[in-house]
């Protein structure tokens, strides 16, 4: 019996890859495109078609976190339904076997050592720029050396890295084996371009480029240029007076603290996960009276309401500061800035790599709601050390470049 499945309506860019995958002999396919154009929807057509149409093949499908990993799986698993081409459906290990003894996996970055071992058939990587270094070489491709026939990696471009390599390779006519395809926001017909303008008011024009244009750039991240500001491969003499932010954290998250000097350089740094809030407290008060730092900002989220109640008493200058909705994305503009203008001068990533980490794999999410942009660490990450200095830098830059109001001076 022939069983044919109806598949989705495709946007015309959609419809170009599509033929290209089905009709050429690439085995590697690199797609840059803008956030929210149909990469998701393209990526599922392709794997059903990948499935259905080869007996006994195994079909690996890779996002880059769980959360992201279960749509894609929804998607293909609503679709396949109740359709005689489905043998079987395991949601809690996220597989689905057909009739023809293909079957479909799921899997997330988040745990790439799981996915070792596997042998691919055809593979497909979602955010493919956003994974670690390496990861893709050494992890992903070797799935697909001993039978792989086809390769597709998905992803808005994210710096200079191994996504941008190849996606060079494919835009070279000598290579026959990979292909390049870019597009931009524009191939949505539907992008509603108030909503690209908005969007647009709000990112630095480096981040923008990247995530809407597809163009490739070492300033594509939150914070651009990093290393032009991670200089420092020791601490500083402070001078003059000092600026201290305090990103709290006791079990998940660690506790981080950075002081500023009078000239923007990072001149001492806390980091720790007690696991306790007395030793916490403890370890914090001790730092902060070794410095003594002018002004010191405490975020105030549920741990660090305790921390601010314990040091405010005991330690001169300390202040809270409450995170929300529309004071952190002012709060990450303004260390955006400061890194930008080279205000501020931080340690070399050799010195203390997680200050360096944790500033480049620093991102953000777009609500359509309320069309607001929300800053976040990447999947995995954290984003104390990020929090800590945005307050510290903003004491530092409050200090040092705010316009002060002129003083009126009356005669008589």
């Given at each position: 019996m022939l069983i044919t499945l109806q598949g989705a309506d495709l946007f015309p860019w959609q419809q170009e890859v599509y033929r290209s995958y089905i009709e050429d002999d690439f085995?590697?396919?690199?797609?840059?495109?803008?956030?929210?154009?149909?990469?998701?929807?393209?990526?599922?057509?392709?794997?059903?078609?990948?499935?259905?149409?080869?007996?006994?093949?195994?079909?690996?499908?890779?996002?880059?976190?769980?959360?992201?990993?279960?749509?894609?799986?929804?998607?293909?698993?609503?679709?396949?339904?109740?359709?005689?081409?489905?043998?079987?459906?395991?949601?809690?290990?996220?597989?689905?076997?057909?009739?023809?003894?293909?079957?479909?996996?799921?899997l997330s970055i988040q745990n790439y050592d799981a996915i070792r071992g596997h042998t691919f058939e055809y593979l497909f990587c979602d955010e493919a720029a956003y994974y670690p270094p390496n990861v893709y070489q050494q992890v992903l491709q070797p799935t697909t050396l001993a039978r792989g026939r086809k390769t597709v990696l998905c992803s808005t471009p994210r710096g200079i890295n191994y996504f941008y390599d190849l996606y060079m390779r494919g835009m070279d006519q000598d290579d026959k084996t990979t292909i390049s395809f870019k597009y931009d926001f524009t191939a949505n017909p539907f992008f509603n371009l108030d909503e690209i303008e908005a969007i647009r008011k709000q990112l630095p024009d480096g981040i923008f480029r990247a995530e809407y244009l597809g163009e490739f750039?070492?300033?594509?991240?939150?914070?651009?240029?990093?290393?032009?500001?991670?200089?420092?491969?020791?601490?500083?003499?402070?001078?003059?007076n000092l600026f201290c932010g305090i990103d709290v954290g006791l079990f998940h998250d660690y506790a981080v603290a950075s002081i500023f000097d009078a000239n923007g350089n990072l001149v001492a740094f806390y980091r720790s996960k007690t696991g306790s809030i007395n030793k916490l407290n403890s370890e914090l008060e001790e730092f902060l009276n070794k410095y003594k730092p002018t002004k010191t900002l405490i975020e105030l989220n549920n741990v660090g309401v305790s921390v601010y109640e314990h040091?405010?008493?005991?330690?001169?200058?300390?202040?809270?500061?409450?995170?929300?909705?529309?004071?952190?994305?002012?709060?990450?503009?303004?260390?955006?800035?400061?890194?930008?203008?080279?205000?501020?001068?931080?340690?070399?990533?050799q010195f203390i790599p997680e200050i360096y980490d944790e500033l480049v794999n620093f991102t953000f999410n777009y609500s359509e709601k309320t069309r607001a942009i929300q800053y976040s660490a990447l999947p995995g990450k954290h984003d104390d050390i990020v929090i800590s200095l945005a307050l510290a830098n903003k004491i530092f830059v409050e200090a040092n470049f705010s316009i002060k109001p002129k003083i009126k001076v009356r005669f008589g």
């Amino acid at each position: 019996m022939l069983i044919t499945l109806q598949g989705a309506d495709l946007f015309p860019w959609q419809q170009e890859v599509y033929r290209s995958y089905i009709e050429d002999d690439f085995k590697t396919y690199i797609l840059n495109t803008s956030r929210q154009i149909g990469k998701s929807l393209l990526i599922s057509q392709l794997v059903l078609h990948s499935a259905i149409n080869n007996e006994k093949v195994i079909v690996g499908v890779v996002s880059l976190t769980y959360k992201q990993t279960k749509l894609i799986y929804n998607s293909i698993s609503e679709i396949l339904a109740n359709t005689p081409l489905l043998a079987s459906d395991n949601k809690s290990e996220l597989e689905i076997k057909l009739v023809n003894g293909s079957s479909i996996k799921f899997l997330s970055i988040q745990n790439y050592d799981a996915i070792r071992g596997h042998t691919f058939e055809y593979l497909f990587c979602d955010e493919a720029a956003y994974y670690p270094p390496n990861v893709y070489q050494q992890v992903l491709q070797p799935t697909t050396l001993a039978r792989g026939r086809k390769t597709v990696l998905c992803s808005t471009p994210r710096g200079i890295n191994y996504f941008y390599d190849l996606y060079m390779r494919g835009m070279d006519q000598d290579d026959k084996t990979t292909i390049s395809f870019k597009y931009d926001f524009t191939a949505n017909p539907f992008f509603n371009l108030d909503e690209i303008e908005a969007i647009r008011k709000q990112l630095p024009d480096g981040i923008f480029r990247a995530e809407y244009l597809g163009e490739f750039s070492e300033n594509s991240s939150v914070f651009g240029n990093v290393k032009d500001v991670c200089i420092h491969h020791g601490y500083p003499t402070p001078s003059g007076n000092l600026f201290c932010g305090i990103d709290v954290g006791l079990f998940h998250d660690y506790a981080v603290a950075s002081i500023f000097d009078a000239n923007g350089n990072l001149v001492a740094f806390y980091r720790s996960k007690t696991g306790s809030i007395n030793k916490l407290n403890s370890e914090l008060e001790e730092f902060l009276n070794k410095y003594k730092p002018t002004k010191t900002l405490i975020e105030l989220n549920n741990v660090g309401v305790s921390v601010y109640e314990h040091l405010q008493p005991r330690v001169r200058g300390v202040e809270g500061f409450k995170t929300t909705a529309v004071s952190k994305p002012d709060l990450i503009n303004q260390l955006q800035n400061s890194i930008e203008d080279k205000r501020i001068k931080l340690l070399h990533q050799q010195f203390i790599p997680e200050i360096y980490d944790e500033l480049v794999n620093f991102t953000f999410n777009y609500s359509e709601k309320t069309r607001a942009i929300q800053y976040s660490a990447l999947p995995g990450k954290h984003d104390d050390i990020v929090i800590s200095l945005a307050l510290a830098n903003k004491i530092f830059v409050e200090a040092n470049f705010s316009i002060k109001p002129k003083i009126k001076v009356r005669f008589g």
